[in-house]
């Protein structure tokens, strides 16, 4: 079974910048989660996704942070414009119908701003 | 504000040993708790976990006690072996399965030879 798919692995940038993550989940999860986890603390949800519809974006920052989820597989994460704060590791996680006891973490993209 | 505490970054154990792993939470409401292992450039991998309405869980190597009324549980790994090396991660879900999951800061467990 392949795990979930991010990319790019790294990616450095200029503040101001703006910046996108992709994810592919595991075939058939139907929720995906983006978290943020900068470095010395844990992961941190930014937003959830059933299916394409937003289940959780509460600690998402909306001026800058975007997330799309077009028809309920593949998503990306965009960052407009970045900030030196933004850099962190971006996972996302996948599972099936919203089990967070039960959810599959990609690798995760690596993010320095600078 | 932390809702999941893990007070010690580090841990070095030697191989054989028990490495004892300590987590603390604020909110009265989580009811299931998760350990998850992180290897350097992976995402985190599930490892083991507990409800609330218990206070163990053992699966092979690895134990998790919760105390409820002090608000902490531990993983205790027996034997101890140098491929548990990693960081470990404490995380609890407030109300079901279906709840969001807050971690902790993570320990760094290295067991050495």
């Known amino acids: 079974e392949a795990g979930v798919a991010q990319s790019p692995r790294y990616k450095i940038i200029e503040k101001r910048q703006s910046v996108a993550f992709w994810c592919n989940p595991i075939?058939?999860?139907?929720?995906l989660y983006w978290y943020q986890q900068i470095l010395g603390q844990g992961p941190k949800l930014l937003i959830q996704f059933q299916n394409n519809g937003v289940v959780d974006d509460s600690q998402l920052p909306k001026d800058r942070f975007s997330a799309e989820r077009l028809k309920g597989v593949d998503s990306t994460l965009k960052i407009q414009p970045a900030k030196l704060e933004d850099s962190a590791v971006y996972l996302c996680?996948?599972?099936?119908?919203?089990?967070?006891?039960?959810?599959?973490f990609g690798q995760g993209t690596r993010l320095t701003v600078v | 504000d932390q809702q999941v505490k893990q007070n010690s970054p580090s841990l070095s154990v030697q191989e054989g040993r028990i490495s004892i792993l300590n987590c603390d939470y604020t909110n009265s409401m989580f009811d299931y708790f998760l350990w998850y292992k992180k290897y350097p450039a992976e995402g985190p991998t599930f490892l083991i976990s507990?409800?609330?309405?218990?206070d163990k869980n053992e699966d092979g190597r690895f134990t998790v006690f919760l105390n409820k009324s002090a608000k902490h549980l531990s993983l205790h790994i027996v034997p101890s072996q140098p491929g548990d090396s990693a960081v470990y991660f404490c995380?609890?879900?407030?109300?079901?399965?279906?709840?969001?999951?807050?971690f902790g800061r993570g320990t760094q467990l290295t067991v050495w030879p």
């Open positions: 996680a996948s599972s099936f119908e919203g089990r967070n006891t039960e959810a599959f």
């Open positions: 995380a609890a879900l407030e109300g079901s399965t279906l709840g969001r999951l807050y």
């Open positions: 507990i409800s609330s309405i218990k």
């Open positions: 075939s058939g999860h139907a929720t």
